[in-house]
């Protein structure tokens, strides 16, 4: 009864108290996912179209951006303007950020942070009807797997949104429509066996996390010789990070459902997500994906590898057309045996984390330290070293733009989440350099978890 006047009824209502049409999105994203790539080709066009008309006539960033491009506000063929523009970097939106948002958004504009996959810090804008789109893209998914809205959902998750802000309303709001927020950044072995309990409780229909968080909490399951009841499971969600075959392997052994990894980011949307035939689908009704080439030639094209760029058709208050991700990635010729009509792509290199581990035999997962350092003014970019011994290093790349950033301000941020019983260093350097693959990895940890107790995790 409580799932059904949870999806139907509660979830719903708060979509539309929140005025974002999520379930009217959602409605018809089951319907065009069938389409023919064809079809939903010309349903970007026309989507690309508009977008680039509202980005002309109201972001200043963007109407000189056509004009030096000489594309103007000439759109009938939507496809060769957006080739002729520029691709749009973290950078750019930093320099530019009060022109390139669109404050009359209907439902308003709002704020928020994120580090991306190079670890440097960028403030951007969303719209109800980008979150409303990245939502009903999400249910979609879910469903591929019979996950129905108002499910019990577990989430092994650790978003500073949910950690601190409005912390009460959330809990009220979880357990109404049968979400369950397990914290990932604390995994020590007794918060891990409050998760146990937590979970026979709720025994939920899908899990949802960092795939190295749900290794952990999986193995600890194992080295306590708890089998726990996943006669309701569906299906393991992984994302946020590169899901590493091993730790596929494990889920999908400990919990004996389909593991599906999605690909995305808090800045660039909901962009692509496997079907149960294990293909990444591009949410192509929301989302033009184009791979950048070596050398940074501007035509995108099928079956090479490049930088994932990604144009967002949902996202008016602040439009990404042509947006850099830092992802590696190819597009992939063909469809699905599932039918669906929707292009599919390989996700090569994603984002990348480690653990960092305390001398209680506790670990923290690498986004919180990440989080607080993206978020502390003056960080331009940022790397966190663990040695054996345990003791980290912060380095820092100031923003020169902003006021000089102490020491003790940096240690001042990381502390809290480090305890006082670690060496902390903070050496504030010119640049990082990205390693081998060209990635910047923002949490290197060369230790191993402490004492008896996290041998077994
Ligand atoms: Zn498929």
């Not at 109201?58 to 056509?66: D, G, I, K, L, T």
């Not at 797997?145 to 499910?151: A, L, M, R, W």
């Not at 010119?430 to 191993?448: F, Q, T």
Request: proline share 5%; hydrophobic share 35%.
């Amino acid at each position: 009864m409580w799932p059904l006047l949870a999806g139907r009824v509660i979830y719903p209502l708060h979509e539309r108290v929140l005025g974002r049409s999520t379930f009217r999105y959602w409605r018809d994203l089951e319907r065009s996912q069938w389409s023919s790539p064809d079809c939903l080709r010309r349903l970007q066009g026309q989507k690309l179209r508009d977008l680039l008309t509202h980005a002309y006539r109201n972001v200043p960033f963007y109407r000189a951006r056509f004009d030096e491009a000489g594309v103007g506000g000439a759109l009938d063929d939507p496809w060769a303007a957006l080739s002729r523009l520029p691709t749009l970097s973290k950078a750019d939106i930093r320099q530019s950020l009060s022109d390139i948002v669109w404050r009359d958004a209907p439902g308003g504009v709002y704020e928020s942070h994120t580090g991306g996959s190079t670890g440097e810090p960028l403030t951007f804008y969303f719209d109800r009807r980008r979150q409303a789109f990245d939502q009903a893209a999400r249910l979609r998914t879910h469903r591929w797997f019979g996950v129905q809205p108002g499910d019990r959902e577990m989430y092994l998750w650790g978003s500073p949104i949910e950690r601190q802000r409005h912390a009460g309303f959330r809990r009220l709001r979880d357990s109404l429509f049968n979400h369950c927020l397990l914290d990932a950044f604390n995994l020590s072995p007794a918060h891990l066996d409050s998760y146990l309990d937590r979970w026979d409780r709720l025994r939920p229909v899908c899990l949802f996390g960092y795939p190295s968080s749900i290794v952990r909490f999986a193995e600890h399951a194992k080295a306590r010789n708890r089998r726990l009841d996943t006669r309701a499971l569906r299906a393991v969600f992984v994302t946020g990070e590169v899901c590493y075959d091993h730790d596929r392997a494990v889920i999908a052994n400990y919990f004996d459902v389909p593991v599906a990894d999605s690909y995305g980011s808090r800045d660039a949307g909901f962009i692509a997500h496997q079907c149960p035939q294990g293909r990444m689908h591009i949410t192509a009704e929301n989302i033009i994906v184009e791979i950048l080439r070596e050398g940074g030639s501007r035509e995108s094209a099928t079956a090479e590898m490049g930088e994932i760029v990604i144009t967002h058709l949902d996202a008016y208050a602040m439009p990404l057309i042509r947006y850099r991700t830092g992802d590696i990635g190819r597009l992939r010729r063909g469809r699905c045996t599932c039918g669906r009509g929707l292009p599919i792509m390989d996700v090569v290199q994603g984002r990348s984390t480690d653990f960092l581990c305390l001398p209680d035999g506790n670990v923290r997962h690498a986004l919180s330290i990440i989080y607080p350092l993206r978020e502390t003014k003056g960080v331009r970019q940022f790397r966190v070293v663990q040695d054996e011994d345990l003791r980290v290093c912060v380095e820092v790349v100031c923003d020169e733009q902003a006021a000089r950033l102490t020491a003790e301000a940096v240690a001042g941020r990381v502390r809290p989440v480090l305890g006082n019983r670690i060496d902390l260093e903070v050496r504030f350097v010119e640049s990082l350099s990205p390693n081998a693959a060209g990635k910047h990895r923002y949490v290197i940890s060369r230790a191993r978890p402490q004492g008896k107790e996290a041998q077994h995790v």
